[in-house]
């Protein structure tokens, strides 16, 4: 009985032991990688560099040290040469380079706060003579001897505001062109637009018409020279979309061009041109001088201008209060600002832009 009462002893001391170990694994609870296993030790499925020690079908995981993979038939970590692990591995990803040093952070201390020369309400954290930006609150300016942000109350800001340089406006293919004069559209041959305050208004030809900007009209494309390579389209179809929700027999005004409507029928339209000048005026529901018409799709129309034509008959002209470059359209007492070419002033006597007007403004 002594006998057998040591031998259960030894048993538990070394089952001890073993559970000691077992405590710096961690079981993972991938216990079907024990299922039929024939050793002790079983590689891990998804890595070479973890293996699994299985015991009464519980697996628990274990890595191998730093550069050493798991060899199921030595059942030991090996060198990669010498494992049996075929689990292919993960490429090695590049080193990024080293940020470059930064000339604010020269000399500085990592970890102190550097302020910006170009405003006052950014400023740099420097680590490892690397500067990163950082920004105050809005309304908050940098102050380094405080080395924090503060109100405007408590620190001054010495720099100037600076103001943004504005992108340069677009070209403006009418700047030097008359009013109701044409110019060619430079992609489309059968394109052009009429110039109106300075402003192009786009427009397109008759059906197989190409603009000509020395006879300021389309014609045949046989009689003029197009450098355009887009080509010319096929008829305009009928446009079911804009005609939604319009009764049968109104008018729409085209989408892109003041001279071309759409005549809606069954809330489909059917395109037409309007006769060489005129705009379709959705309001009349006519094709009229482009003064009579309202078209969206130029430049930046300007509303009537009320009390300079006051008491003046319709059609005269009379001069703009604030610049001998423009003048006013009058039409129900309403004026309609309009602008002189080039180099030209409004003479009221002649009612007409003259080279040799006197502007007293």
Not at 11 to 17: D, T
Not at 44 to 55: A, D, G, K, R, V
Not at 87 to 94: K, M
Not at 235 to 263: M, Q, S
């Amino acid at each position: 009985m002594k006998r057998n009462l040591s031998g259960s002893i030894v048993q538990l001391l070394a089952l001890l032991v073993l559970s000691v170990s077992f405590v710096t694994a961690q079981s993972r609870g991938y216990d079907e990688v024990c299922l039929g296993a024939n050793t002790t030790y079983v590689a891990s499925p998804i890595s070479c560099e973890y293996y699994y020690l299985c015991l009464d079908g519980t697996a628990y995981g274990y890595s191998c040290d730093d550069g050493k993979w798991f060899s199921t038939e030595l059942q030991a970590c090996v060198s990669p040469e010498e494992s049996d692990c075929e689990i292919e591995q993960a490429p090695e990803l590049p080193t990024a380079p080293p940020p470059t040093p930064s000339p604010v952070c020269d000399g500085v201390p990592s970890y102190t706060y550097v302020r910006s020369m170009e405003t006052c309400q950014y400023y740099y954290m420097c680590i490892d003579q690397v500067a990163y930006l950082l920004s105050c609150p809005k309304g908050f300016w940098f102050n380094q001897e405080a080395q924090r942000c503060g109100n405007r109350y408590e620190f001054e800001c010495d720099l100037e505001p600076s103001t943004p340089t504005p992108p340069p406006p677009p070209p403006n293919p009418c700047a030097d062109q008359p009013n109701f004069g044409f110019i060619q559209d430079p992609s489309y041959c059968y394109r052009f637009s009429m110039c109106m305050n300075g402003y192009p208004f786009p427009m397109v030809c008759w059906d197989g018409l190409w603009f000509d900007y020395e006879a300021q009209t389309c014609v045949d494309p046989s009689e003029t020279e197009c450098g355009a390579t887009t080509p010319p389209p096929n008829p305009p179809p009928p446009a079911p979309e804009i005609c939604r929700d319009v009764e049968d027999g109104l008018r729409v005004l085209h989408y892109r061009f003041c001279n071309e409507y759409f005549t809606c029928n069954g809330e489909v339209g059917t395109p037409t041109i309007c006769p060489d000048g005129d705009w379709f005026d959705e309001q009349s529901q006519a094709c009229v001088h482009p003064m009579d018409a309202y078209c969206p799709h130029g430049g930046q129309q300007r509303p009537p201008t009320p009390n300079v034509c006051r008491g003046v008959d319709d059609g005269d002209l009379v001069p703009a209060p604030d610049s001998c470059s423009y003048y006013y359209v009058c039409a129900n007492e309403e004026g309609y600002r309009v602008a002189c070419p080039p180099d030209q002033y409004f003479d009221v006597y002649r009612q007409s832009c003259e080279y040799s007007a006197i502007c007293n403004l």
